[in-house]
């Protein structure tokens, strides 16, 4: 079991070596706690349905770190929308511990939860917030304030946009962890992106190095402040799409 564990985490170094992510000893120590802190956690409240411990170092933390395929953080202020257990946000904040963070999810006992985590790994400069893309879209505190939003949610990307775009300053980014048909899914949501003040910057498909996980990171720069009126009241954006 051990040397399984052990073999793992050498093959996930390497994943990370080929994405051009050194992790010193200290910031892999980091990722181990939080893996159990989730597992642990998990048993009580559904955070994950992948629990095997290869499978988490894959399809969980290679696979947030892997947005350096399109933008490697440095001191930027970041918002990760839908955080949920803290995905991709965490694993972020750990490897890349310069930005500023906050995590926001509409379920309050997993904002407990990434409080607790914060706590327990003694992140610095991140916070989890408990509210709705609806509204805290629409709190000037929160508005147009971030460099960057990057989301892992299960949304179509013209509901993402709607959700993420408003928190975006001009000349930020919105990063979208997706999968699937891309080039169909960036078509529907282009009249989508346009409204809300963004364009499509970059589409990056590729494999996770060492798996066969298939990923693509969708690239949105915000080029002119979004309209006001989004993002619509809750229940509007996924249930009538723009």
Known sequence: MENDRNKAVQNFIKTLEELDIGLEDAKLDTLLKYYE????KNKVMNLTAITEFSDVLYKHFADSLAIVKVFEPKN???LDLGSGAGLPGIPLK?????IKMVLMDSLN???????????MLELRDIKAVHARAEDLGRDPKFRESFDICVSRAVAKLSVLSEYCLPFVKVGGYFIAYKS???????MEAERAIKLLG???KKNEEFEIPHTDIKRALIMIEKTKNTPGKYPRAAGKPSKEPL
């Open 37 to 40: 802190l989730m597992i642990e």
């Open 76 to 78: 930027e202020t970041v």
């Open 94 to 98: 750990i490897v890349f511990p310069d």
């Open 109 to 119: 006992k997993r904002v407990k939860f990434l409080e607790e985590v914060i706590e």
């Open 180 to 186: 699937g048909n891309i080039a169909e899914e960036i």
């Open 198 to 200: 963004g364009t499509v």
